[in-house]
């Protein structure tokens, strides 16, 4: 009674603010941790739906890569007109057996081109169903382990990411298959026509056992390849072939194209490829620049497991691209629509 004596007037009150406050302040918090949480849940829930629906998101393009193995084996995807349709004409007429590989993968023709580790067949097992948007479908075909399948994974999926997020023409169609080849399939097919099995000169053959096949889209002829760098002297010498083929073709489907809506459509596919470069998930594009021009004018972008490569670099400290190399290959770039100019008056 004392003690409650000698307080001062007012104490009880002041005694319980102190005790509301304190109490209102840990509720604060405990609203503020569980607001926390909640949101958290929210956003991961989001990112594990768009993970699921894409398959990848800007997140998951930093993929383990650390046991993939660098090709600078081009996608190439380019094949003669005639000798297409000889082998269409081959295979319907039946005094030409395509390749069928089983389990449902269709049946393949003879090979069209080869890189270090991938050749192209096409896919001929129905001439009328084959058309994609003007696009012939095929397989890349390659000898690899899990290693190699986890490869051109990634690489399908980092397509898909760029066609999703920034509208990037590229051929990947699908995930690819991992499977087993019989011998006969290799022997009487994937390896039948050894004079398109050399890769710069050196021959090679496809060995028994597990084999990636990645489901492409063929750009249809005529078409070329286009690069930067040590593929821009190449990619000059052929123009003037390339655009008699275009302007012929046009002529026979009576659809003919002006100089000008063909550099036209070039110049939007590659003012749309440099804005999305700037980008730090698109920039290793600049690795060894090369991209498929069709008869339209259309880019199509190719080999996109260079980027691995180039990912892995730059998570050591190495894979920057100098804004003096991203200049260069624009301004190749920009020459050959040039060139294509000049051809095309020339052609005249």
Same mark, same amino acid.
């Given at each position: 009674?004392?003690?409650?004596?000698?307080?001062?007037?007012?104490?009880?009150?002041?005694?319980?603010?102190?005790?509301?406050?304190?109490?209102?302040?840990?509720?604060?918090?405990?609203?503020?941790?569980?607001?926390?949480?909640?949101?958290?849940?929210?956003?991961?829930?989001?990112?594990?739906?768009?993970?699921?629906?894409?398959?990848?998101? *800007?997140?998951?393009?930093?993929?383990?890569?650390?046991?993939?193995?660098?090709?600078?084996?081009? /996608?190439?995807?380019?094949?003669?007109?005639?000798?297409?349709?000889?082998?269409?004409?081959?295979?319907?007429?039946?005094?030409?057996?395509?390749?069928?590989?089983?389990?449902?993968?269709?049946?393949?023709?003879?090979?069209?081109?080869?890189?270090?580790? !991938?050749?192209?067949?096409?896919?001929?097992?129905?001439?009328?169903?084959?058309?994609? %948007?003007?696009?012939?479908?095929?397989?890349?075909?390659? %000898?690899?382990?899990?290693?190699?399948?986890?490869?051109?994974?990634?690489?399908?999926?980092?397509?898909?990411?760029? /066609?999703?997020?920034?509208?990037?023409?590229?051929?990947?169609?699908?995930?690819?298959?991992?499977?087993?080849?019989?011998?006969?399939?290799?022997?009487?097919?994937?390896?039948?026509?050894?004079?398109?099995?050399?890769?710069?000169?050196?021959?090679?053959?496809?060995?028994?056992?597990?084999?990636?096949?990645? *489901?492409?889209?063929?750009?249809?002829?005529?078409?070329? #390849?286009?690069?930067?760098?040590?593929?821009?002297?190449?990619?000059?010498?052929?123009?003037?072939?390339?655009?008699?083929?275009?302007?012929? !073709?046009?002529?026979?489907?009576?659809?003919?194209?002006?100089?000008?809506?063909?550099?036209?459509?070039?110049?939007?596919?590659?003012?749309?490829?440099?804005?999305?470069?700037?980008?730090?998930?698109?920039?290793?594009?600049?690795?060894?620049?090369?991209?498929?021009?069709?008869?339209?004018?259309?880019?199509?972008?190719?080999?996109?497991?260079?980027? #691995?490569?180039?990912?892995?670099?730059?998570?050591?400290?190495?894979?920057?691209?100098?804004?003096?190399?991203?200049?260069?290959?624009?301004?190749?770039?920009?020459?050959?629509? /040039?060139?294509?100019?000049?051809?095309?008056?020339?052609?005249?």
């Amino acid at each position: 009674q004392s003690n409650q004596r000698d307080r001062p007037i007012g104490w009880s009150a002041v005694s319980r603010h102190t005790h509301h406050i304190c109490r209102g302040v840990t509720i604060m918090f405990q609203l503020a941790y569980y607001a926390r949480v909640l949101v958290s849940l929210i956003f991961a829930s989001f990112l594990s739906v768009t993970a699921s629906y894409l398959a990848l998101s *800007p997140a998951t393009f930093a993929f383990d890569i650390s046991s993939s193995s660098q090709t600078n084996a081009p /996608e190439s995807t380019t094949s003669s007109a005639s000798e297409s349709k000889q082998m269409r004409r081959e295979v319907n007429s039946g005094t030409r057996q395509p390749g069928n590989l089983g389990d449902n993968l269709g049946q393949i023709g003879p090979v069209l081109s080869c890189g270090r580790k !991938k050749c192209l067949f096409a896919i001929v097992s129905s001439l009328d169903d084959q058309q994609d %948007n003007g696009m012939d479908k095929g397989y890349l075909i390659s %000898n690899g382990d899990a290693q190699q399948y986890q490869r051109a994974y990634d690489s399908w999926r980092y397509a898909k990411y760029l /066609e999703h997020y920034y509208g990037m023409n590229q051929t990947l169609m699908d995930k690819p298959i991992r499977t087993h080849l019989s011998e006969d399939t290799i022997a009487n097919h994937l390896n039948a026509d050894s004079s398109r099995m050399s890769y710069k000169n050196r021959p090679r053959r496809f060995q028994a056992g597990e084999f990636t096949l990645q *489901p492409v889209r063929i750009v249809s002829q005529p078409n070329i #390849l286009l690069g930067c760098y040590s593929r821009y002297k190449k990619s000059m010498k052929k123009l003037g072939r390339f655009i008699s083929q275009v302007r012929r !073709k046009a002529r026979e489907s009576g659809k003919d194209i002006s100089a000008e809506q063909f550099t036209n459509n070039l110049l939007r596919d590659l003012s749309r490829a440099r804005t999305i470069m700037q980008e730090d998930e698109v920039e290793c594009l600049y690795h060894d620049f090369q991209v498929m021009l069709d008869a339209n004018g259309n880019l199509h972008h190719i080999d996109l497991d260079r980027c #691995l490569a180039q990912v892995r670099r730059r998570e050591e400290g190495k894979g920057k691209i100098r804004s003096k190399e991203k200049a260069q290959c624009m301004q190749d770039m920009h020459k050959i629509v /040039e060139e294509i100019r000049n051809q095309w008056d020339e052609q005249q």
